[in-house]
């Protein structure tokens, strides 16, 4: 019934930048934030960054603060995920999260996911 479609991902040298998009069919999400977490292999999935309804509220993991931006377009019912300074420590794929509660740091405050989009850091 809601569908998350991530793309944007793929293989980048250690100091580029990639730029993922989340796109949300269906309802609109009023008042639920969005976010962003990932899962390198043999390791749990984890946070990575969240933004409220309005953007005017962002969250990030601590390993990524600094080097990543979430941001969205609420008409278009997208969320992106700027990253710039990769590191082959953010090799992972990545998972668009949607209708969120709370702040949405956490995987149970989330609703809809994504089927998720691989990126690769080599160095």
């Known amino acids: 019934q809601v569908q998350l479609v991530e793309s944007g991902g793929g293989l980048v040298q250690a100091g580029g930048s990639l730029r993922l998009s989340c796109a949300a069919s269906?309802?609109?999400?009023?008042?639920?934030?969005m976010g962003w977490f990932r899962q390198a292999p043999g390791k749990e999935r984890e946070f990575v960054a969240a933004i409220s309804w309005s953007g005017g509220s962002t969250y990030y993991a601590d390993s990524v603060k600094g080097r990543f931006t979430i941001s969205r377009d609420n008409a278009k019912n997208t969320v992106y995920l700027t990253m710039n300074s990769l590191k082959p420590e953010d090799t992972a794929v990545y998972y668009c999260?949607?209708?969120?509660?709370?702040?949405?740091?956490?995987?149970?405050?989330?609703?809809?996911w994504g089927q998720g989009t691989q990126v690769t850091v080599s160095s």
């Open positions: 269906g309802r609109t999400f009023s008042n639920n934030p």
């Open positions: 999260a949607a209708d969120g509660v709370g702040k949405g740091l956490v995987i149970g405050e989330y609703d809809y």
